[in-house]
């Protein structure tokens, strides 16, 4: 679990973590006083894809005066963010402003810009279901289609016994952000292709009407 000093911030952390982690984290951060709900100094910037734009709107949050005597507080929770809206992002955290304080949520630490990440005090939020994930992706890759198969029809399953799509969506999104890493670190077997198939899957799992299991069965014949 994470651990904050409220009188001792950073200008900026970035939180290693799965996306479901934000509700945990908003609930923690009201244990040490910051409040999330109805503060005017408190901005939650929630998305898939972290564009220029939102970039922009952090930037023009951070410019506002806060309300007096109290700190401004950014939480971004984000499953990618291009190398232009990282350069973006960038030129914000390089003009710091004194009681504005940044919170970095994302699983996809490892596609950022050197230059970005020295920007953040770093934390691993790693659990147990995390653990459990990275198993569960590494025996995905190693197994044949036919278990890779199986193992999809099997997670189905479990989600629809808890008539949760939206936790699926969740599940998934974390299990193609795991994938993905663990694919890019193996620089012998990679190739472009899978790269561009997980991306596909990841833009087209949240759209109204997208069967998640046709998505990840693609996923699994392919790469």
């Given at each position: 679990m994470i651990t904050l000093d409220k009188?001792?911030?950073?200008?900026?952390?970035?939180?290693?973590?799965?996306?479901?982690?934000?509700?945990?984290?908003?609930n923690y951060l009201e244990t040490i006083d910051i409040h999330t709900k109805g503060n005017p100094?408190?901005?939650?910037?929630?998305?898939?894809?972290?564009?220029?734009?939102?970039?922009?709107?952090?930037?023009?949050?951070?410019?506002?005066?806060?309300?007096?005597?109290?700190?401004?507080?950014?939480?971004?929770?984000?499953?990618?963010?291009?190398?232009?809206a990282q350069h973006a992002l960038l030129k914000v955290l390089e003009d710091p402003k004194d009681g504005v304080h940044f919170f970095f949520l994302t699983p996809q630490t490892h596609?950022?810009?050197?230059?970005?990440?020295?920007?953040?005090?770093?934390?691993?939020?790693?659990?147990?279901?995390t653990e459990?994930?990275?198993?569960?992706?590494?025996?995905?890759?190693?197994?044949?289609?036919?278990?890779?198969?199986?193992?999809?029809?099997k997670t189905i399953k479990k989600f629809e016994k808890e008539e949760s799509s939206a936790l699926l969506k969740d599940y998934s999104l974390n299990f193609l952000n795991h994938l993905e890493k663990e694919l890019s670190l193996k620089r012998e077997d990679r190739k472009p292709e899978d790269f561009e198939i997980i991306w596909r899957t990841k833009d087209y799992i949240n759209d109204q009407g997208a069967s998640v299991k046709n998505l990840l069965e693609n996923v699994a014949l392919s790469i």
């Open positions: 009188n001792n911030l950073h200008h900026a952390y970035l939180i290693k973590t799965d996306t479901g982690f934000l509700d945990e984290f908003l100094n408190f901005n939650l910037i929630q998305t898939d894809n972290f564009s220029i734009d939102d970039a922009r709107d952090v930037k023009a949050f951070q410019g506002e005066l806060a309300s007096t005597g109290s700190e401004k507080i950014i939480v971004i929770v984000a499953n990618y963010i291009s190398h232009y596609i950022l810009l050197d230059t970005l990440k020295s920007r953040f005090s770093i934390i691993e939020n790693k659990d147990n279901k459990n994930l990275e198993k569960e992706v590494s025996t995905f890759i190693k197994n044949s289609k036919e278990d890779r198969l199986a193992f999809i029809d």
